[in-house]
């Protein structure tokens, strides 16, 4: 897969993360898409060295997809757990 479609992926990913995990997020949509790009790629290496598949198999495969919703929703808790102390000025 190219670049583009990994961004398009994970920007879609990311959206998924953030509807199944409502609540107030300390960055915007903004960082919640990069937060998908970043899950995209994560989810995919995550079920290459644990699993020893090549989840990353096309981007209408539903092993990418499920990769990269992992991946985002992994993210966005280590976003939150880090992130969700700090109050707004």
């Known amino acids: 897969m190219g670049i583009i479609a990994w961004i398009i ?41 644990i699993f020893g598949v090549d989840s990353i198999d096309g981007f209408f495969d539903l092993s990418t997809w499920i990769a990269a919703i992992v991946g985002s929703l992994i993210l966005l808790v280590l976003y939150r757990v880090f992130t969700g102390n700090r109050r707004r000025a």
């Open 9 to 49: 992926i994970g920007l879609l990913a990311g959206l998924i993360a953030k509807a199944l995990m409502p609540g107030r997020d300390p960055g915007g949509i903004i960082i919640t898409m990069l937060i998908g790009i970043a899950g995209g790629l994560l989810g995919g290496w995550l079920g290459k060295v």
